[in-house]
């Protein structure tokens, strides 16, 4: 179930919340073939009244499953933001829907978690990307960047007769 928070429980304390927000509610659309949902998203979240609106406060985590975009490796990159805080406002332009007292804090949540996703995720810091099988060359070497004299492209660029 999404992430809700019933404004008649603030008035007199702040409430405790904790759980998992499924990927069919968290409805994230990473538009990017190198980095997928595979688990839910799980929350510890403290949320109190503070004048025109609420405050949100604790933790989000969850795994993504992402490629290598160096070395096409695929593997698992923990999202975490251990301190979050959301400020919701109740009133204004920005103020967010009360449905029969309940405020839906999961698109909140989702554009703070999709704002941590990695932009360009690496296996780790120093990959040095896929092998260049041509060279020889393992990863992370540099190549000369020219090809070889005797290969069959140099043989049939020398075939062309240019006039100077």
């Given at each position: 179930?999404?992430?809700?928070?019933?404004l008649?429980?603030?008035?007199d304390?702040?409430?405790?919340?904790?759980?998992?927000?499924?990927?069919?509610?968290?409805?994230?659309?990473?538009?990017d073939?190198?980095?997928?949902?595979f688990?839910?998203?799980?929350?510890?979240?403290?949320?109190e009244?503070v004048?025109?609106?609420?405050?949100?406060s604790g933790?989000?985590?969850?795994?993504?499953?992402?490629?290598c975009?160096?070395?096409?490796?695929r593997?698992?990159?923990?999202v975490e933001?251990?301190d979050?805080?959301a400020?919701?406002?109740l009133e204004g332009?920005?103020?967010?829907?009360?449905v029969?007292?309940?405020?839906?804090?999961?698109?909140?949540?989702?554009?703070?978690?999709?704002?941590d996703f990695p932009q360009h995720?690496?296996?780790?810091?120093?990959?040095g990307?896929?092998?260049?099988t041509r060279?020889?060359?393992?990863?992370?070497?540099a190549?000369?960047g020219q090809?070889?004299s005797?290969?069959?492209?140099?043989?049939?660029?020398?075939?062309?007769?240019?006039?100077?």
């Amino acid at each position: 179930m999404p992430l809700k928070v019933n404004l008649r429980h603030l008035e007199d304390h702040p409430v405790q919340l904790q759980g998992e927000l499924s990927l069919e509610e968290l409805d994230i659309d990473t538009l990017d073939e190198v980095i997928q949902t595979f688990e839910p998203l799980k929350y510890e979240v403290e949320v109190e009244r503070v004048e025109n609106g609420l405050l949100v406060s604790g933790r989000l985590s969850m795994n993504l499953l992402c490629e290598c975009v160096r070395c096409l490796t695929r593997f698992v990159c923990p999202v975490e933001l251990p301190d979050w805080t959301a400020h919701i406002p109740l009133e204004g332009e920005d103020a967010a829907p009360v449905v029969n007292d309940m405020i839906d804090l999961t698109p909140v949540v989702r554009e703070d978690i999709l704002l941590d996703f990695p932009q360009h995720p690496l296996c780790n810091p120093n990959c040095g990307g896929l092998p260049d099988t041509r060279n020889g060359n393992a990863p992370g070497q540099a190549g000369t960047g020219q090809l070889e004299s005797g290969s069959p492209a140099w043989a049939e660029l020398n075939k062309l007769k240019l006039r100077k």
